[in-house]
């Protein structure tokens, strides 16, 4: 997870200055994240355009989703022709979220979703907003679902999210809460470190972690910034690989993380 990732997320509001709620017809996605959503509470033809990253499938956990619908290329500019009756994206004040031209925008603020418990909230908005309430509801029992029946993680531990040039996540962040719902102890909070932190290969040598969990695109050496992931004194530490896109964004994409760790824990030996 990258620094940009604390740049996208949730300020619940709907402001659309109706005076009643109405379904909208030409909804835009300003970020990735808000992207994501979008795609899996509103009808196709409520979507008028993505954010430019909807199609990266190192961003978007719903890139596939994406393909077929507009993209926005030209930013403001592109939504002024679209002239949308919704624009999702990140907060920039009351009432606006951040991209959207100058104007009285009907709009939904979303900024970082950093815990299970804020991605419901989310989810919540966005289907009422998109006027879909029952499918938000209904995306919400099937997640509770399938964290429910994930299976008790066999081994436990303390892990650290590490990322190119030693970047660490630290608490209150989605990685630790995925952390601690599956039963491992977020490195950063032993360490003392904030949300995101340097730390250098010595450091994490001598803290001697039970797991390193990395993200699947710096499995192999790719440039300076991955080579050090890949140093021999990391060698021996076990790691958990997991795609940026599901853990960039809070979303439906929890689920899959999950899993993917607790499998992981479970197949050690």
Avoid at 15 to 25: D, K, L, N
Avoid at 58 to 81: I, M, N, P, Q
Wanted: proline fraction near 6%; aromatic fraction near 4%.
């Amino acid at each position: 997870m990258l620094t940009r990732t604390l740049a996208i997320g949730l300020v619940l509001g709907l402001s659309t200055g109706a005076a009643a709620p109405r379904v909208p017809r030409r909804i835009v996605s300003l970020n990735v994240c808000a992207d994501q959503y979008l795609l899996a509470l509103a009808d196709p033809g409520q979507i008028a355009a993505l954010s430019r990253n909807a199609r990266d499938p190192e961003l978007s956990a719903a890139a596939d989703k994406a393909r077929g619908f507009r993209v926005l290329h030209r930013g403001a500019e592109d939504v002024l022709t679209i002239q949308p009756d919704l624009i999702l994206g990140f907060p920039a004040g009351p009432g606006k979220v951040a991209g959207a031209p100058p104007g009285h925008w009907p709009t939904l603020g979303l900024a970082s979703a950093e815990s299970h418990g804020a991605i419901l909230d989310q989810i919540r908005q966005v289907a009422r907003a998109v006027g879909h309430p029952e499918r938000g509801d209904a995306l919400i029992a099937a997640m509770e679902r399938d964290l429910a029946a994930l299976p008790r993680a066999k081994r436990g531990g303390v892990a650290a999210y590490y990322q190119r040039r030693g970047f660490m996540t630290g608490t209150g962040t989605l990685i630790d809460d995925l952390m601690t719902r599956v039963g491992l102890v977020n490195l950063a909070t032993r360490l003392g470190k904030p949300a995101l932190a340097q730390v250098s290969l010595e450091e994490m040598v001598a803290a001697r972690p039970d797991w390193l969990i990395v993200e699947s695109a710096t499995d192999r050496v790719q440039d300076q910034g991955t080579e050090m992931l890949h140093h021999r004194a990391l060698a021996d530490i076990p790691r958990i690989s997991l795609p940026q896109a599901w853990t960039v964004c809070g979303g439906p994409a929890y689920v899959l993380a999950a899993r993917r760790i607790v499998a992981r824990l479970n197949a050690a030996r």
